[in-house]
């Protein structure tokens, strides 16, 4: 990852070398948040506030499930399309920040991850300085929330190739990155199953419009293979390279 300065000239924010960048340190406990259904419940929101990094996806919900999920967070990945339909908005063209999800909404969800890393992580997805600037400068001045921003300039799918039939998603990624920095990664929320091992069902996510949608995982048109990556986390959860958490945290009062 880097992470430049704002400061960016007109154009394609991928930049191979910027000398406004630093490095993150390396950190002894890591937890990567996913946002699968398998945390609901789960009672693994202290042991996940209690890591030293804390990393998540997408900008999820976090405030009415901190007991589930946490609210420690240092890093979160944006899908650029979500800054372009930001952007949209902000010249009349779409009434959603996020998809499905209000202004307002919105709002609520980038306010909760004020002062952290927002990180682009697919070098695929072009997104203007220019587009991106208007967001930020938008958040600032209204909301008085300010990010960082972490760019990845190689493409980690390329070192996923002999892993995966199919681009890595971005939990993937993530669980990537965690491990280039952390001495000990836990995964949570990465559950690929209708079902838990109880037999109770399992929702996609565990919050918004996935939540109550069913999902196949099965569909090769999909441009990630869920199961498939699910099977490499369980064999590196066997090996010790991970700790891959499918099971609550503690039991409910």
Not at 154 to 180: C, D, E, V
């Amino acid at each position: 990852m880097t992470f430049p300065t704002f400061s960016l000239n007109d154009g394609d924010i991928k930049m191979e070398n910027d000398n406004q960048t630093y490095t993150l340190p390396r950190r002894k406990t890591c937890a990567v948040v996913g946002n699968g259904g398998i945390l609901l419940n789960s009672k693994c929101g202290e042991e996940i506030n209690s890591s030293d990094f804390v990393f998540r996806c997408n900008i999820p919900e976090v405030k009415n499930f901190v007991e589930d999920v946490g609210d420690k967070t240092n890093i979160t990945t944006v899908c650029s399309m979500q800054m372009y339909i930001a952007y949209n908005h902000l010249i009349g063209q779409n009434q959603n920040f996020l998809l499905r999800v209000s202004l307002k909404d919105s709002i609520r969800l980038l306010q909760f991850f004020n002062n952290s890393i927002l990180w682009f992580p697919n070098p695929k997805e072009k997104l203007t300085g220019e587009k991106l600037r208007a967001v930020l400068s938008f958040l600032k001045s209204n909301y008085g929330l300010v990010y960082q921003t972490a760019y990845s300039n190689r493409n980690l799918g390329n070192h996923f190739q002999r892993l995966l039939s199919k681009n890595p998603s971005s939990g993937m990624r993530t669980i990537a990155a965690a491990l280039s920095m952390c001495d000990e990664v836990n995964v949570y929320g990465f559950y690929p199953l209708h079902t838990d091992p109880h037999g109770n069902p399992v929702p996609h996510h565990y919050y918004g419009y996935f939540a109550e949608k069913t999902w196949d995982y099965e569909d090769e048109t999909k441009p990630q293979n869920m199961t498939e990556e699910f099977k490499i986390l369980q064999s590196w959860h066997a090996n010790g390279i991970i700790r891959l958490i499918t099971s609550p945290c503690r039991l409910s009062d």
